[in-house]
């Protein structure tokens, strides 16, 4: 059904076009993925700049999927995507068997998806191999117009095959309406992440000017316009090519009278169709677009030839235009238009039709559609039970945002407690409470933790709420995800005190506060809290996930506290019965402490990070990927940060963010990417950042409160804010109910680091508070001796530091910050390692002896920090290296790839092991088992296993012989 408008030339979007090509189709290579998003306002040309690129892309070889957005919040889970594949499908003939195979594989998988807790990370796995299928190596365009209206799957796939880690050549083209991104709308937010990779542009598609205005009006015209008219229709039509096409057509079709509004244009237009014609576009216009021909059928009650000649006029008129899955409006502000002309009875009847039309389908039936038209038809028990069906299909394909929305809607359907609603045929009650226990932990899963409290104090006061321990350890889960630590430890505590709590409550009341505790760094009530748990665990029958909540608790605290190994012990065992018994949180739990664990008290960094990234995969696998497996990839970015592999680092944050965590699994993640923010010296994200962590953290405890204030002095100490450090590490000191002298041990550096810039730049220092500081220090160093010798070592690395710093105070002492340079050289954390070789220079040159010596420190340091993108750091050494007429090596091999403490090895076959895997070689080459080179490096035994399976990866051997001969090739002599 075209027409002489679909025809017309598309005018004014040739460098649009080219665009287009080349940042979807010509730059993006094998494995690699872009994305441009066109904004613009209503009727600017989006879609018809999709359609004319998709087209071009076609014929360059490119396969090229195509969907639409459903106009009603409550749309289906990823339909634009279902949409897209049914359409290829349909147009697939007998010589694409192969691909039609693929097609209809990845749709009878979503047809078969089961639901699952928060099982969107499996399934988005599971829809990227599909695609990768389906594209059988070609360039694979996914085309999606009107994402304003985007559900939030396909949001969560978008970020997650963007990220690149679909592992297939993708581009997206999508049209986004502009004045629909406001406030609080949720693409903003996805878009302005998405913003971030090299990869995604947005182009704003503007209206035309005034010689592409007259050319597309001549072209509808079919002849140039006059001075008058030309200058008329420019000033009606701004440039927007929708309005400069209908004005043109009542010129050229000689309707005179319309009004200056493009309201009335509308109006216009419906009036002069045919009678049936006028029906089609009334029906259409209450539709859920698209509106499929046989449902158009059923709400028009036209007979079919009446029916086809009455759409033929309707698109002649250019207010529809068809498809092979329906019809939509030509533009959505006919609909707008259209609203007010009906009476409200004459609107009620057209959804009734609807609602009627699809329930007489269940083969058809779209749950969220009838719940929609039955709610505006005014019937709410008959809309109750198909919003409930919504629900629990959006439950099903873990759309756990769509699903809030529809519990909502069945809530309100549902009516005031008082007048609870039952359908007219009887088959559903509508029970207030359960849809309020609904509605709340779809708010929580989907990261609406406001809504999902604000909706448990309504059940609270319900007639049939649940008994009061229930209700107090459902609260405490709530505000913890919230990152409300200090109030949800409260309502544990509650829950624990309420007469009418159950043996199995208190037991899950006491191993989830013990996990809170550990959250807050209080690892000594966590181990008294789990032991309490574990005794009350023993007395009830089943409790598997209590048990293993309280173990994770009582091994961490041992651990930290008195004995790393047993501590461990009791943690991998933990970790063990949890895969045995198989209950996806509890395997999730066990990964994430265990990883945390590793990676900061216990310094196992390499292991530590092996463990974060294998139990972020498993707990993808079991669907649980937008909590555990962000907070998992969080731990990961901090160890990857700490042994200087920054950019490794990114990329998992990256990973990560495609979930959009919110709550405390936001805080993780943001404070994890903050470290990387103020490492590179990017002083308006890290801000942003830590800003937005302050917001989540009303009533955090000390575990995260410090590492924040500690990243806001460092990011103030780049500034120059000498000032501001102070003000945030005094703030930190305050927070005095954590076990955890790592992070307090880190502030107190700060804190002198900062009186130390300031006494460097002429500034005030502070005595006061320097003796303050020195005293905390002293109270951290006495503290230490009760911590396990690991956690020692930590805290010694940051007293060094702190000495070190003091010292800056009256004469720099070299000697200090040599010590400190071995302390994390020890440690193989290259990046206070090379700020403490940048002080032993200062120190020396200050001294005016071995200038040689501080000339290779200052090169050593600034090869370390070029490696790792440290940019305040180099330009530090560069400033003091140019005073000090030091020449510095350029930027070469990264970080990972120096010793700093190792001995350096040569040779090509050696050169993709990093300095530890190459130490860790040639301790293979000496005939040593892994326990022994363990014992030598001071790391654990799994992790020196970990190393030996890279070296053999990267050096393509199968045996220690292998792996030694290669080495004694490549030794220096």
């Known amino acids: ?77 990823l339909h634009p995507l279902l949409q897209a594949l049914r359409r290829f499908d349909a147009e697939l003939t007998a010589s694409h068997a192969r691909t039609s195979s693929a097609v209809r594989g990845l749709l ?116 140039p316009l006059g001075a008058e008219a030309a200058e008329s229709l420019w000033q009606r039509s701004g440039g927007n090519p929708f309005v400069v096409e209908e004005l043109a057509r009542d010129l050229r079709e000689g309707r005179d009278g319309l009004s200056e509004t493009l309201r009335e244009v509308f109006l216009a237009r419906v009036d ?121 299909e959006a439950e099903r394909l873990h759309g756990y945002a769509e699903a809030h929305r529809h519990w909502s809607v ?100 006491a191993a989830h506060l013990a996990e809170l505790l550990l959250h807050l760094g209080r690892y000594a009530d966590a181990g008294d809290r789990a032991r309490e748990a574990l005794e009350l665990a023993a007395q009830v029958e089943g409790s598997v996930s209590e048990v293993v909540l309280a173990s994770m608790a009582l091994g961490f605290s041992e651990a930290y506290l008195e004995d790393p190994d047993a501590g461990l012990a009791v943690m991998r065992e933990a970790l063990d019965t949890a895969e045995r018994a198989g209950r996806p949180e509890d395997v999730a739990c066990a990964y994430l402490h265990l990883a945390e664990l590793l990676t900061g008290p216990l310094n196992i960094l390499e292991e530590g990070v092996v463990v974060a990234r294998r139990g972020a995969e498993r707990v993808a696998e079991l669907g649980l990927g937008r909590t555990y497996e962000t907070r998992l990839l969080a731990i990961a970015t901090n160890g990857l940060f700490r042994v200087g592999q920054w950019a490794e680092a990114e990329k998992v944050v990256a990973a990560a963010l495609r979930h959009r965590p919110s709550g405390a699994d936001a805080v993780e993640l943001l404070l994890a990417r903050c470290r990387l923010w103020v490492g590179y010296g990017d002083i308006e994200a890290a801000d942003r950042d830590l800003e937005a962590v302050a917001t989540v953290l009303a009533g955090g405890g000390a575990r995260h409160v410090i590492p924040l204030l500690t990243l806001r002095a460092g990011l103030a100490m780049w500034q120059g804010r000498h000032d501001l450090a102070r003000q945030a590490v005094q703030r930190g000191l305050t927070e005095v109910r954590s076990d955890d002298v790592g992070i307090l041990a880190a502030l107190v550096w700060h804190g002198l680091r900062a009186e130390a810039e300031a006494h460097a730049a002429r500034a005030s220092v502070d005595t006061t508070v320097v003796r303050r500081l020195r005293e905390v220090a002293e109270r951290v160093a006495r503290k230490s001796e009760h911590a396990a010798r690991p956690v020692r070592d930590v805290v010694d690395g ?161 045996t220690r012989v292998q792996a030694s001969a290669i080495f004694l090739r490549n030794r220096p002599e």
């Open 1 to 77: 059904m075209a027409s002489d408008v679909d025809l017309a030339p598309l005018v004014g979007r040739a460098d649009h076009l080219a665009t287009l090509r080349s940042a979807l189709l010509d730059g993006v290579g094998p494995g690699q993925t872009a994305a441009v998003f066109v904004t613009g306002e209503s009727g600017v040309g989006k879609t018809r700049l999709l359609r004319e690129a998709g087209d071009r892309f076609r014929a360059g070889g490119a396969l090229v999927l195509t969907g639409t957005c459903l106009d009603i919040g409550d749309s289906s889970p």
């Open 108 to 223: 009878q998988m979503f047809a078969a998806e089961t639901a699952g807790p928060d099982g969107a990370g499996a399934l988005l796995e599971r829809v990227s191999r599909g695609l990768h299928l389906v594209a059988q190596g070609r360039p694979l365009v996914l085309v999606l117009d009107d994402l304003q209206w985007v559900d939030r799957s396909t949001r969560q796939l978008l970020l997650y095959l963007l990220a690149g880690l679909g592992d297939l050549q993708l581009s997206v083209l999508a049209a986004v309406r502009a004045e629909s991104l406001q406030g609080a709308h949720p693409l903003r937010r996805v878009l302005t992440e998405l913003r971030r990779l090299r990869s995604v542009r947005v182009v704003d598609l503007a209206p035309l000017d005034r010689a592409g205005t007259e050319q597309l009006a001549a072209a509808v015209l079919g002849g």
């Open 272 to 392: 002069a169709l045919p009678q049936a014609a006028h029906a089609v576009v009334h029906a259409v216009a209450a539709g859920v677009e698209p509106v499929a021909h046989w449902l158009l059928a059923e709400v028009t009650r036209l007979p079919e030839g009446e029916l086809i000649e009455a759409v033929r006029a309707a698109v002649a008129h250019r207010l529809l235009v068809g498809d092979d899955d329906g019809y939509r409006l030509r533009h959505r502000l006919v609909a707008e238009v259209l609203a007010h002309e009906l009476l409200p009875a004459e609107r009620s009847a057209l959804h009734r039709r609807y609602a009627e039309a699809l329930t007489t389908a269940p083969a058809e039936l779209h749950q969220a559609r009838l719940a929609h038209h039955w709610r505006l038809a005014g019937e709410p028990a008959r809309a109750l039970p198909a919003a409930v069906a919504a629900a629990q």
């Open 410 to 509: 069945a809530l309100q359907l549902a009516g005031p407690p008082a007048a609870g609603v039952a359908p007219a045929d009887g088959g559903l009650t509508a029970d207030r409470a359960e849809l309020l226990r609904h509605a709340a932990e779809a708010a929580h899963h989907c990261g609406e933790h406001a809504r999902a409290l604000s909706l448990l104090e309504e059940l609270a006061d319900a007639e049939d709420a649940p008994p009061a321990c229930a209700l107090h350890i459902r609260r405490a889960r709530y505000l913890a995800a919230a990152g409300r630590s200090a109030p949800a430890e409260a309502e544990y505590r509650r829950a624990l005190a309420a007469a009418d709590c159950t043996s199995r409550e208190r037991a899950t009341a």
């Open 798 to 958: 940051f007293l060094a530091l702190c000495e070190a710093e003091v010292s800056r105070l009256d004469g720099s002492d070299p000697q200090l910050w040599a010590r400190s340079v071995t302390e994390w050289d020890r440690r193989h954390h290259p990046y206070p390692a090379a700020y403490s070789r940048l002080r032993q220079a200062e120190a020396l040159l200050a001294r005016r002896t071995r200038t040689a010596t501080a000339g290779k420190l200052l090169r050593e340091a600034y090869q370390v920090a070029q490696g790792l993108g440290a940019e305040p750091l180099s330009t530090e050494i560069r400033t003091l290296a140019t005073r000090a007429r030091v020449t510095l090596e350029e930027r070469g091999a990264s970080a990972e790839g120096r010793s700093v403490a190792g001995a350096e090895l040569s040779g090509d076959e050696l050169a993709m092991l990093t300095a530890r895997e190459r130490e860790v070689l040639a301790a293979v080459a000496e005939g040593l088992t892994n326990k022994e080179i363990g014992q030598r490096l001071f790391i654990s035994e799994r992790t020196i296993g970990v190393h030996v399976s890279h070296i053999f990866d990267k050096l393509q051997v199968r």
